[in-house]
């Protein structure tokens, strides 16, 4: 009798093996591409988008602008005599000034467009997400996606979504503007110069694509430990009385913490990757500088280059790489978003077998009451091996009360749960008034049939609106006369608050 406790304490606080083989179909094998993460923009998220892409442009190239300025700058000084330093100076102080106005409004926009466009997105990916697991049935529940996982699903996941289609988007535009108009600008004003700085860039990508795919490798493992230590807790917490009557609450927080400890592993692989990559561009950056300030001086002196032209090719060259490495992080949240948009995916386009949503199916003008099983074999899909009913029929006759009694797991709950069409039978038929339930309209169906719980749940809220939930638009006399049917009238009227 004590192991047969301790197994149920156990299986309530491990949340059993299913539920591991659920989650790893959710997470296992996959990214959206880059494109998937915009299918819910709008003609509104278009025109944001485009209005955040140029001002995205424009911010990049405005450090590349800096670059030629600073050259100018070093020409103002360069010979400049007493009488002509100040006006000298006072133009390029100038360009400055216009430059500095241009890039406000560039950086405003860039910014705020792409933030407002990844939040309208991310919003809509979580109505969806959210809207998909209330239409999936039953199976879907006891097989692929439990609780935790929603709640991760619609927090976490949406978040990092957002991450990846909002301002990094814009960021990461504006970092590949820098890149690729500070190389343009090195390129015009010394070739030469710039083709020795070029071999610095292999390094450079190579780097940035090992950080990235280790980047979410490691991120997608450390979700799948906060998703399980999710449902350790809520398994726990729903289960609470089961858990305490056998002594299971330590063997939960054990468990627990093994799963946090195993996602703050991986959060230290994480930061010690990115910590690696960012300190590895670091290195290629400052090395590059020692290059090609040692190698513009051989050129100044054979090939007559300007200082500069030097300083200019140097903060050009610099200022593109730097944007090169700066874009690693957008890189790997563009790939955490992509992992993220996978697991939300696989749910939003699931298509379930008994679907809520389904808009055919005969309606009647009214509904009898005659329930009958005939010859129904069924299994729950989380045990398909176990027959709950094997060639099972029964009648109920319209206006007749019936008591259903069983030991656990004779069939009594499954009865409910088969003519509410909860799930479908292998074999046989659900019927009512002589109609397979399977032809009519599942909405208008679950409206025709009132189910109280032994242990019912309330929503919080009031009492009123807690019975409300069994008909849309209910009257307050049509929620009264509930009550009393449910013989609860009287206690109701004692409460404080009675019906409100």
């Known amino acids: 009798m004590g192991e047969t406790n301790n197994a149920r304490a156990d299986g309530v606080v ?62 103002a000084f360069g010979g400049a005599t007493r009488d002509t330093i100040l006006p000298r100076v006072d133009k390029v102080v100038l360009e400055f000034v216009y430059l500095a106005i241009g890039t ?28 998909s697991v209330l239409r999936q049935d039953m199976a879907f529940f006891d097989t692929e996606m439990k609780g935790g996982q929603v709640v ?18 814009g960021k990461f535009l504006q970092l590949l503007t820098t890149f690729i108009g500070g ?33 979410s490798k490691v991120s997608s493992e450390g979700l799948a430990s906060y998703i399980d230590a999710g449902n350790i ?46 300190g590895f561009l670091s290195l290629v950056y400052f090395s590059s500088f020692g290059l090609i300030v040692w190698y513009g001086s051989k050129l100044t002196l054979d090939r007559g280059y300007s200082g500069a032209d030097v300083m200019n090719i140097l903060f050009a060259i610099l200022v593109g790489a730097r944007a090169l490495g700066d874009a690693t992080p957008c890189i790997a949240s563009f790939d955490e978003g992509k992992v993220a948009a996978y697991r939300l995916f696989t749910t939003i386009n ?32 989380s045990r398909p091996e176990q027959l709950i009913f094997d060639g099972f029929s029964m009648h109920v006759s319209s206006g007749t009360t019936m008591a259903i009694v069983g030991e656990s797991g004779s069939g009594k ?21 002589g109609m397979n339930i399977k032809s009519f309209k599942l909405e208008w169906m679950r409206g025709k049939i009132g189910l109280v719980n032994q242990e019912p749940v309330l929503f919080m809220t009031s009492i009123k609106e807690n019975i409300a939930y069994g008909k849309e638009d209910a009257t307050l006399e049509e929620i009264k006369k509930a009550a009393e049917l449910a013989n609860a009238a009287r206690f109701i009227e004692n409460l404080p ?3 409100t």
């Open 14 to 75: 491990k949340g059993g093996e299913e539920e591991e083989k659920g989650r790893k179909k959710m997470t296992k094998g996959g990214k959206a591409s880059f494109h998937d993460l915009f299918k819910n923009a709008d003609a509104a998220d278009v025109v944001l988008m485009l209005v955040g892409t140029v001002a995205a442009l424009a911010s990049g190239m405005s450090q590349v602008v800096m670059s030629i300025i600073f050259g100018r700058m070093v020409d």
């Open 104 to 131: 406000w409004p560039a950086c405003f926009l860039q910014i705020s467009c792409w933030t407002v466009t990844g939040e309208r997105q991310a919003a809509r990916f979580r109505s969806l997400y959210l809207k």
């Open 152 to 169: 991760f699903g619609t927090s976490a996941d949406t978040i990092l979504i957002q991450d990846a289609i909002g301002e990094k988007v």
């Open 183 to 215: 190389f343009t600008v090195a390129f015009i004003k010394g070739w030469l110069l710039t083709l020795v700085m070029l071999s610095t860039i292999p390094p450079l990508i190579v780097a940035a694509a090992i950080v990235s795919k280790m980047l």
């Open 233 to 278: 807790v809520e398994q726990t917490i729903g289960s609470i009385r089961t858990v305490v009557s056998f002594n299971g609450e330590k063997k939960a927080m054990d468990q627990y913490n093994n799963l946090i400890k195993k996602a703050y592993k991986g959060t230290i692989k994480e930061g010690a990757i990115q910590g690696f990559g960012l």
């Open 350 to 381: 699931r298509k379930p077998e008994i679907d809520y949503d389904d808009t055919t199916g005969v309606v009647l003008e009214d509904i009898k009451g005659d329930v009958e099983l005939r010859d129904v074999s069924f299994s729950y899909p």
């Open 413 to 433: 709950t499954t009865v409910i749960n088969l003519v509410e069409r909860f799930y479908d039978p292998q074999a046989g038929e659900v019927l009512i008034d």
């Open 497 to 499: 608050n009675v019906l």
